[in-house]
């Protein structure tokens, strides 16, 4: 069974910029998690999506956006970069929303650099 | 406002000795407590999970420990090996998938 694959899985932009992230998750997995992982904040969560609605979302600036497809597969994006959003950007898929041991299976992440 | 901390923040552990990682929580809404590891260049894998009904879970050489009334929990890595060396989480959530994580740790074991 294939894993959780993201793309690109290595970014460099500029101030002022925007860039889209894209996640698959493992097949017949319905939820979709976004992770930013810094030296500086450690893992951080940003948003969930479940049957293609946000379920959660962490605080952060409403820079950060993404969505859901019908396929589950997923999107974040970033708008008006910062440099301080150069990130390891991680994607988890699990099969379920909430209840028990949901196991999270992480993508390698996309490594994002602001210039 | 971090609710979950992680000590310590690196490790170094000779071959076949025992590796201790801590954490503390605040929230006592969490309800499952998950470890990950993750070594460079990849994403974190989950390790072992613990839900707080149970004060130890083993699985091969990896122990998690479960305090509620201390809000603590920690991982025992027996026998460690080389192959260990990488940075571990512990993480905490309440009925979702909205992980909260520890600063991580560094874990090096020294052959």
């Known amino acids: 069974k294939a894993g959780v694959t993201q793309t690109p899985r290595y970014l460099i932009k500029t101030r002022g910029q925007q860039v889209t992230l894209s996640c698959s998750p493992i097949s017949g997995h319905r939820s979709v998690s976004w992770y930013q992982q810094t030296p500086g904040q450690g893992l951080q969560f940003l948003f969930e999506?479940?049957?293609?609605?946000?379920?959660n979302k962490g605080n952060f600036p409403g820079r950060f956006s993404g969505r859901q497809f019908s396929n589950s597969r997923s999107e974040m994006n970033v708008s008006t970069l910062e440099l301080g959003d150069s990130a390891l950007y991680l994607c988890?898929?699990?099969?379920?929303?909430?209840?028990?041991?949901?196991?999270?299976?992480f993508g390698p992440g996309t490594r994002l650099t602001v210039l | 406002q971090q609710q979950v901390k992680q000590s310590p923040q690196s490790l170094i552990v000779q071959k076949g000795g025992i590796s201790i990682i801590n954490c503390a929580y605040e929230n006592t809404a969490f309800d499952y407590f998950p470890w990950y590891q993750q070594f460079p260049g990849k994403g974190p894998a989950l390790l072992i999970a613990?839900?707080?009904?149970?004060s130890e879970k083993k699985e091969g050489r990896f122990t998690i420990s479960f305090n509620k009334s201390a809000k603590q929990f920690s991982l025992h890595i027996m026998d460690s090996q080389p192959g260990d060396s990488a940075t571990y989480f512990c993480?905490?959530?309440?009925?979702?998938?909205?992980?909260?994580f520890g600063g991580g740790t560094r874990l090096m074991v020294k052959p």
């Open positions: 988890a898929s699990s099969l379920m929303t909430s209840g028990g041991y949901n196991e999270q299976f």
């Open positions: 613990i839900r707080p009904d149970v």
């Open positions: 999506y479940f049957s293609e609605t946000q379920r």
């Open positions: 993480a905490a959530t309440h009925a979702g998938n909205m992980l909260t």
